[in-house]
């Protein structure tokens, strides 16, 4: 599902999705650790 995506948006910038994934990853660790 995500791989034609990926593969269509990969030429516009590997770092902007990796940024992406990260900043999606601390936040969801922030968050459960704040409603923990």
């Known amino acids: 599902m995500f791989a034609p995506l990926a593969e269509t948006a990969l030429p ?4 902007s999705w990796i940024v992406l994934v990260l900043g999606l990853v601390l936040a969801a660790a922030w968050w459960a650790y704040e409603v923990r």
């Open 12 to 15: 516009i910038g590997a770092v």
